[in-house]
């Protein structure tokens, strides 16, 4: 009987089904520690079928004879590529250009608010850097995007000396005036 044949009743009929012994044993491979039906899915599955054909020969036979009737589907299309167990990569840093530009942005009629983007390429914390830009200024700071920091008020000239005195790492000649722009 083919699991088409079945009507959908039968399928989700409660209690225990006719030509299947209880309790389920489940085997798990060595190397990955998921069920031996999913080790496909591993990234090393060639670690996980040399674990089955040392311990679990029959299993391994099995696993053999699946894959040789498989459909001649491409390996990569198979594989699972994201998420899993031990799969972290290290990101590797792109190479960005160092530089801090500053900018002047109107707020209302008569107020504007300084802009400074480009202080994380120097792997400064934003958070900390707001918090040191509203202390010394006495104003208000914050971290509004990805790379970018609102202080209030036009505090662009004394940025450039404040910027190279807190971070000795920072040149003067790495810090960009872009005048005034708009937000």
């Not at 080790?39 to 391994?60: I, M, S």
């Not at 590529?81 to 900018?103: A, H, Q, W, Y």
């Not at 918090?131 to 995007?145: L, M, N, P, W």
Request: negative net charge; aromatic residues 8%; glycine residues 8%.
């Amino acid at each position: 009987m083919s699991e088409n044949s079945i009507s959908p009743a039968e399928r989700l009929k409660l209690g225990p089904r006719e030509g299947i012994t209880y309790p389920l044993m489940v085997k798990y491979c060595g190397n990955c520690s998921m069920p031996i039906e999913y080790c496909e899915y591993y990234p090393e599955y060639e670690k996980c079928k040399a674990w089955l054909e040392k311990n679990l020969p029959e299993q391994f036979e099995r696993v053999k004879l699946e894959e040789e009737t498989g459909d001649g589907v491409d390996d990569d299309k198979k594989r699972q590529k994201r998420g899993g167990k031990g799969l972290m990569k290290i990101k590797k840093k792109e190479e960005v250009t160092k530089r801090i530009t500053l900018s002047r942005a109107p707020r209302g009629k008569k107020k504007s608010v300084t802009v400074v983007t480009g202080l994380h390429t120097f792997e400064i914390d934003l958070k900390v850097a707001a918090k040191f830009f509203g202390t010394k200024f006495a104003c208000g700071s914050s971290v509004t995007g990805e790379d970018e920091i609102v202080i209030q008020g036009d505090v662009k000239d004394d940025l450039f000396d404040v910027i190279p005195d807190k971070w000795p790492e920072i040149d003067v000649d790495l810090i960009e005036d872009l005048g005034d722009q708009k937000r």
